[in-house]
């Protein structure tokens, strides 16, 4: 990461000048800003905030800064970022969340994160993504979590879907159940792709044609969940399921299916199973009887993310971390 003198020395200034340029531009004559501007932008240079510490001031541990996209404010993957924080204060390190929001400048959120600089970065999404890494972050030991470079090859640590749907669905199919009614997340998505793949596994091994199976697949946007009840009532006749399970692209389309069922007066599982996924905080209790699902390892993906960085690996592969199968009682 280029410093204050590689400015001053591209710019042929001294390191006041540099400093005036940041701080006070108006002080400077406007033939040596721009020539100081030009060379901070030549060496992607980003302010130092920690050099404006008061001298004298006790050493701080080493900080892991974490770039969250969507992360933090959402309910469903905030335990990334608690289990980053834990792991660093176990290993005497910090660690601070910069926000990304969608209508941010990257550029501008990536200076604000490297000016606090920290010893690493971990960049976190909410939601299976790949992402373009700012070439800036790279500078750094930097690791993704729960995300995947488009481009460059960084580390990063995902869930293992194929897995955590294979063995969920050979689950539902060993207890009996055959006729399996599927509504997927968006089709695009990354994680329903990759579970997608694991439901036609355990089928192909059962004996079973996945592609002869019913497939819904959700459109984007929240709104659509409603659109849940209609496809599972498109395949009721007469108060009686043409389907003995459903496999859910989430725990929010169970819960859907759940209310759908049971208003038609249909048993869970007597009538039929319900399948899930996420295991998402906050809604997982809510179901009665408790929900057979798939564990989204958010946790544990924050732990090895920040694990990367304290014990400085170099490796730049993509881990997938496994999604365990929980058992409920609506299988």
């Known amino acids: 990461?280029?410093?204050?003198?590689?400015?001053?020395?591209?710019?042929?200034?001294?390191?006041?000048?540099?400093?005036?340029?940041?701080?006070?531009?108006?002080?400077?004559?406007?033939?040596?800003?721009?020539?100081?501007?030009?060379?901070?932008?030549?060496?992607?240079?980003?302010?130092?905030?920690?050099?404006?510490?008061?001298?004298g001031a006790h050493d701080t541990p080493k900080t892991i800064g974490v770039l969250a996209l969507d992360t933090v404010t959402t309910p469903f993957s905030v335990e990334i970022t608690l289990s980053i924080e834990e792991t660093a204060r176990a290993h005497g390190w910090n660690s601070f969340v910069v926000n990304m929001f969608s209508d941010d400048s990257p550029e501008?959120?990536?200076?604000?994160?490297?000016?606090?600089?920290?010893?690493?970065?971990?960049?976190?999404?909410?939601?299976?993504?790949?992402?373009?890494?700012?070439?800036k972050l790279l500078t750094l030991p930097c690791v993704l979590a729960n995300c995947e470079s488009l481009n460059d090859p960084v580390a990063s640590f995902i869930p293992d879907d194929e897995q955590g749907q294979y063995e969920a669905v050979k689950g539902l199919l060993a207890a009996g159940y055959t006729r399996p009614l599927c509504l997927h997340l968006p089709e695009n998505h990354l994680a329903t792709v990759r579970r997608r793949q694991g439901l036609e596994r355990a089928c192909h091994e059962a004996g079973i044609n996945a592609d002869t199976l019913t497939h819904y697949y959700m459109e984007y946007g929240d709104a659509h969940y409603r659109d849940m009840p209609a496809r599972v009532l498109a395949h009721i006749k007469q108060g009686k399921p043409q389907f003995d399970s459903v496999i859910c692209g989430n725990d929010r389309i169970a819960f859907m299916v759940y209310q759908t069922l049971l208003v038609q007066g249909l048993k869970i599982p007597q009538d039929v199973a319900v399948l899930g996924y996420d295991n998402m905080v906050g809604i997982g209790d809510l179901f009665l009887p408790p929900l057979s699902t798939v564990q989204l390892p958010h946790y544990e993906i924050g732990r090895l993310s920040a694990l990367h960085i304290i014990n400085g690996d170099k490796h730049r592969e993509t881990v997938r971390v496994a999604s365990p199968w929980l058992p409920g009682e609506s299988i």
Not at 23 to 43: F, W, Y
Not at 109 to 133: A, E, F, K
């Open 108 to 135: 501008a959120i990536v200076d604000l994160l490297l000016s606090h600089r920290p010893g690493g970065i971990i960049y976190t999404t909410m939601g299976l993504r790949q992402v373009p890494v700012p070439a």
């Open 1 to 55: 990461m280029a410093s204050l003198k590689d400015v001053a020395k591209l710019a042929n200034v001294s390191l006041m000048t540099v400093s005036r340029a940041l701080n006070s531009p108006e002080r400077l004559k406007p033939e040596t800003l721009a020539r100081v501007q030009s060379a901070i932008a030549q060496t992607n240079y980003v302010p130092d905030l920690s050099a404006k510490r008061i001298r």
